[in-house]
């Protein structure tokens, strides 16, 4: 883990020794796992940590069964923004088809209109004019949040955090998938309101999600700092 890591360059600098110091403490710790680790197969992954550095604990030692289990775990987060992105797809493919002459269809009680819309830009056409620069940064930030979340499913409990990236990463890869592919985002259906500035606000239900697991997460950092 980090914190074996900085550990062991600490120890490297007080030696002030250069490289070999950091192959001999390295070596030292690592001399009995080495050897006996391997004799044991109901061992499935040992994960080196400060305290073991610092002689205050042990190595972090996982049986097969709970490596496959934190596997299994792991998939299971996967599927929500996997959901999310599948079902925005079929949406938008449907949407797609809609006559764009026909008058908005109305749905609950003509709360909710339905009507297709080509937006090159982000929310609120921001970035209109500069869509293949819109699309290189949310690629960039859509990539660099996965890998975040593959970080962070590995991780215990945290809920609500993991709930709400999820959620954010599902609708962001949806309109990246959407920019790339289709050169614009598919957007179809508003909110019929009191208000027309924002009736004429047009969403998909990857935005949806996107705001809801912003809210998540937010509510998930109140709570911590609480």
Request: proline letters at 3%; glycine letters at 8%; hydrophobic letters at 45%.
């Amino acid at each position: 883990e980090d914190g074996a890591l900085e550990a062991i360059a600490e120890k490297a600098l007080e030696k002030k020794t250069g490289a070999r110091a950091l192959r001999a403490i390295i070596e030292d710790f690592m001399l009995d796992i080495m050897y006996e680790i391997p004799k044991d197969d109901s061992i499935g992954k040992v994960t080196i940590t400060r305290d073991y550095i610092e002689h205050k604990g042990g190595p972090l030692i996982e049986m097969r069964g709970e490596v496959c289990r934190h596997w299994r775990n792991s998939m299971k987060w996967m599927l929500l923004p996997a959901g999310i992105f599948t079902a925005d797809y079929i949406m938008k493919k449907r949407a797609e088809s809609w006559n764009e002459e026909e008058a908005p269809e109305k749905m609950l009680g003509g709360h909710i209109i339905l009507q297709k819309l080509h937006n090159r830009g982000a929310a609120l056409s921001f970035m209109e004019k500069t869509p293949k620069l819109l699309t290189g940064v949310t690629t960039v930030v859509t990539a660099g949040m996965t890998a975040f979340y593959a970080y962070l499913i590995k991780k215990p409990k945290q809920l609500f955090l993991k709930t709400g990236v999820g959620m954010i990463l599902g609708g962001a890869w949806s309109n990246v998938w959407d920019r790339i592919t289709r050169k614009y985002v598919v957007d179809y259906f508003s909110f019929h309101t009191k208000c027309r500035k924002l009736e004429r606000v047009v969403f998909n239900l990857a935005d949806m999600f996107i705001f809801l697991g912003g809210f998540l997460v937010i509510f998930w950092n109140m709570l911590r700092k609480s």
